[in-house]
């Protein structure tokens, strides 16, 4: 008898654990759950007061033009005062603050790149950055935002495993991504190829439920839109694959050579220069400002901002715009990282790459315009980021076009190759390596900028 009620009690006190263990993961997973529905609920809300922020520029801009002459200098000085007294480690687009994350094991380091107060300092930063006319996008910070919000629920969850903590951080900066342009693949290929450089089965689960339901939190708010809107475009087999070519290669060539140019200005610009924008950064950011605006009003208006009207309206082939805006948005957007205020490449790059789409496309003749302005923008986007899977579905989901993903995925990986000839390192990858060695103690710094480093090279 005793026997048995020993037994019984062992039995019972196995099901009361195993109920404890249960009801511990479920909370777990709840608890993951809500803050990948937080990533869907900021991407929502970071992308309306942006939007904001460029009607209220448009309406200065219509009280006349020249206003931005003042505005953009004081409002990029301001962005820079506020990152460089306040807000130190929201400068730049965020992505490679979420990649450096990834290679630190030093969570007080991390807790410091990944707090919600820099998070919320980012988008409010962000939004400046637009209301001055910088030629800066959102979703590269919303990169940032999302590996915040879900590495503050592993550090509420008391996860002290790095590995386990940087899941989560990749699956906020996936998130982040899907949420912001709409695009649920793109952000599972965005965290396998620009953020983790591999598919861990340990973690993948972990990225795909919290980019799922980020998206579908988005969907929920603002409805199942595509970002530029359904095109048909195709570029059957034939003479018009020349087009793929053509794009691939120049579009390689022009990214390429913005990465390098980044990455070598990321390194330091040697002589009096590089030595005024150490003392000075907040006059050389209103200096930056001060020849945005004069690009701005040479382009009336188009260099501005993200450049999504002008990248839409190329897309969908509801305008043509000239060389000059290709020229003047490229110049732009590298003004506007040089001046160090925080801000995306994502839109600006695309905006630059269906302007360059647009003006090759007047010397095919054979190809349909539209499609060339779609492999422009892949291309060029590949060429600037070195993800050229990550830039095909993006392109591919953002217009709704499944029947040009061969020619997208040829051109992307064209440009890829070119791009990498002329930068052997990937942009994202390089500026990680400057924030981990700005961010680390100097008797970490020749192990984890190095297999930053080497992560990248090898993609």
Not at 212 to 231: C, E, K, R, S
Not at 330 to 348: D, E, K, N, Q, R
């Amino acid at each position: 008898m005793p026997s048995s009620m020993t037994a019984a009690s062992a039995q019972l006190r196995h099901i009361r654990e195993q109920a404890k263990a249960g009801t511990a993961s479920w909370r777990r997973k709840l608890i993951y759950w809500s803050g990948a529905v937080m990533v869907g609920i900021v991407a929502v809300g970071f992308a309306a007061i942006a939007d904001k922020a460029a009607h209220l520029r448009s309406h200065i801009i219509a009280i006349s033009p020249l206003l931005m002459l003042l505005v953009t200098p004081c409002g990029m000085a301001l962005s820079s005062w506020l990152t460089v007294k306040w807000f130190r480690g929201a400068q730049g687009s965020g992505i490679p603050q979420a990649i450096a994350c990834l290679h630190l094991h030093d969570f007080k380091t991390i807790d410091k790149v990944l707090s919600l107060r820099i998070a919320f300092a980012k988008i409010l930063l962000t939004t400046l950055g637009l209301l001055s006319g910088a030629s800066i996008g959102r979703e590269g910070p919303t990169v940032q935002v999302g590996a915040s919000i879900m590495h503050t629920v592993g550090r509420f969850m008391k996860i002290n495993d790095p590995m386990r903590q940087h899941a989560l951080i990749k699956a906020g900066g996936a998130a982040g991504v899907a949420a912001a342009f709409n695009t649920p693949l793109a952000g599972i290929v965005f965290g396998i190829e620009e953020l983790a450089h591999s598919y861990e089965q340990r973690t993948s689960g972990t990225m795909l439920t919290c980019v799922v339901l980020a998206g579908v939190t988005a969907i929920a708010m603002v409805g199942n839109y595509t970002y530029f809107g359904h095109t048909d475009s195709v570029v059957p087999v034939g003479a018009s694959w020349l087009a793929v070519l053509v794009c691939g290669i120049v579009g390689g060539v022009t990214g390429g050579l913005f990465s390098a140019l980044l990455v070598r200005i990321s390194r330091g610009i040697p002589g009096y220069a590089g030595r005024f924008i150490m003392q000075h950064p907040i006059i050389f950011a209103a200096l930056c400002g001060l020849v945005l605006a004069v690009i701005g009003v040479l382009s009336g208006g188009m260099t501005y901002g993200t450049g999504y009207f002008q990248a839409r309206e190329s897309i969908m082939g509801t305008q043509h715009y000239p060389m000059s805006y290709f020229i003047l948005k490229y110049i732009a957007t590298i003004v506007s990282y040089c001046s160090g205020v925080p801000g995306g490449l994502f839109a600006p790059s695309l905006s630059v790459g269906a302007g360059l789409g647009g003006w090759i496309a007047q010397f095919l003749p054979h190809s349909t315009p539209g499609a060339v302005v779609l492999l422009g923008t892949v291309a060029y986007f590949a060429g600037v980021t070195q993800s050229p899977l990550t830039a095909t579905v993006i392109v591919m989901e953002m217009c709704d076009n499944q029947q040009v993903t061969l020619a997208l995925l040829a051109s992307a990986f064209l440009a890829f190759g070119v791009s990498r000839a002329i930068c052997s390192h990937a942009l994202y990858g390089a500026l990680a390596v400057k924030f981990l060695r700005s961010a680390t103690p100097r008797r970490a710094q020749h192990t984890q900028p190095a297999k930053v480093m080497r992560d990248h090279a090898s993609s």
